[in-house]
């Protein structure tokens, strides 16, 4: 199975910042790599798809990069509405797997 | 628009089988796509369970496999999964997903799932 590796566990910043949340993968996924954000009691949301194509309506401070095994999602400016878990998730091969989440926090 | 709706039991005994619809409405699961379960269980991450075709063609994540049956019912608009003998750590919220080349896009609402006596 290939692992992902999320970092930071958690992480607390303030309106306006912006942050980057780490993801790698056990190995090679070319670009098939997925972020989700997650709030408390509610279904994940996909924000971006094939490392850096932004899902239709999610807001452009969202942006994600990178391929092989390292990934990052990054929130330019960010916004109370933000607080959440984010998940990356790997669907080159099966079995798809999920990193461990990012709780965010914001100040 | 495209929606899904997850329907079963939301208490299940242990070594029983723990059987869970979801409900496809505003688009032909016949058209394509694939349709796939995850599921999270209390404060914890996401696990993938597995994902099926319209044609009927599954893929099932390893960990759950000798336990696991997902089927697609196309007059229905449905696509069900089956997990035989149950315990404590199947307890979860059960996602059922719909998987393209844009990953999970669009999902249901969750469903909890509790096993117990």
């Known amino acids: 199975d290939i692992q992902m590796t999320q970092s930071p566990s958690t992480l607390s910043a303030s309106v306006g910042d912006r942050i980057t949340i780490t993801c790698r993968a056990s190995q090679s996924l070319s670009r098939w790599l997925a972020w989700y954000q997650q709030k408390p009691g509610k279904a994940p949301k996909l924000l971006i798809y094939k490392a850096s194509s932004l899902e ?48 965010l926090e914001i100040k | 628009q495209v929606q899904l709706q997850e329907s079963g039991p939301g208490l299940v005994k242990p070594s029983e089988t723990l059987s869970l619809t979801c409900t496809v409405s505003g688009y032909s699961i016949s058209s394509g796509y694939y349709w796939g379960w995850i599921r999270q269980p209390p404060g914890k991450g996401l696990e993938w369970i597995g994902t099926i075709y319209h044609s009927g063609n599954t893929f099932y994540n390893p960990s759950l496999k000798s336990r696991l049956t997902i089927s697609v019912d196309t007059s229905k608009n449905q696509f069900s999964l089956n997990l035989s003998s149950v315990t404590a750590a199947d307890t979860a919220v059960y996602y059922c997903a719909r998987q393209g080349g844009n990953a999970f896009d669009i999902w249901g609402q969750g469903t909890m799932v509790t096993v117990s006596s």
Request: hydrophobic share 15%.
């Open chain 1, 56 to 103: 239709t309506g999610v807001p452009s401070r969202f942006s994600g990069s990178g391929s092989g095994t390292e990934f990052t999602l990054t929130i330019s400016s960010l916004q109370p509405d933000d607080s959440a878990t984010y998940y990356c998730q790997q669907y080159d091969t099966y079995p798809y797997t999920f990193g461990q989440g990012t709780k």
